[in-house]
Structure formats: structure tokens, C-alpha cells
């Protein structure tokens, strides 16, 4: 999938889950640049690349929990904001692959 069909992917995700596609676009934004930050620091530290597998093992599930709360938060999610967002990008994330979507 190109960048065009992802971006369109997320837009038609947030318009189901009722929240603003920009809103959600700002948020994917705010969780990309923390995670180039964290590859830079692991290039600069360790040499070589950070892979994703790395970057979400790293993170662990509260740290990605955070990280999420704090994307929605930075991008006027409100409160269900970290809820929104990881439905909206589990289920893009789904359509990528090609895998069925689970019911919400």
C-alpha cells in the first residue's frame, strides 16, 4: 500500500469512528517524529537500526499506552482520544495487511 492509500485508509478509518481525520493525521504524525527521534538516539548510541519490532519492544505495552495518550492529547483527541486512536490505527493497520477487521 502507498503513502496515498494509507493516508486515505486513516482518513476513512477516523470518519467511522466518528473523529477528525486531520486530528488523526496530527496525532500519526506526533507518534512518527518520537519514534525518528528514537532511531536517530539509537543510530547515534548503538549504531545500526532501530527496527520496529525494537521500537515497540522497547516501548512495551505501558509505554506505548502513553505514547498513544499523549499523541490524542497533542492532537485535541480528548478524553476516549488514546481509545479512538488505537481502533482507528489497529484497523488501518488490518486493511494494510489485508487481514479481516475485527468488530469494535
Do not use: C
Not at 527521534?37 to 547515534?44: I, L, P, S
Not at 509505554?63 to 488514546?82: V, W
Amino acid at each position: 500500500m502507498d503513502q496515498s492509500a494509507r493516508e486515505e485508509q486513516l482518513r476513512a478509518e477516523a470518519e467511522l469512528h466518528g473523529v477528525s481525520p486531520a486530528a488523526i493525521q496530527h496525532a500519526v504524525e506526533v507518534i512518527a517524529a518520537v519514534q525518528q527521534r528514537d532511531r536517530d538516539d539509537y543510530r547515534a548510541n548503538f549504531g545500526g537500526e532501530l527496527t520496529l519490532d525494537q521500537w515497540f519492544e522497547g516501548y512495551g505495552t505501558h509505554g506505548f499506552n502513553q505514547l498513544l495518550t499523549y499523541a490524542a492529547n497533542k492532537s485535541g483527541l480528548g478524553d476516549d482520544g488514546p481509545d479512538v486512536l488505537r481502533r482507528v490505527l489497529t484497523a488501518a493497520a488490518f486493511a494494510e495487511q489485508g487481514a479481516p477487521k475485527t468488530d469494535h
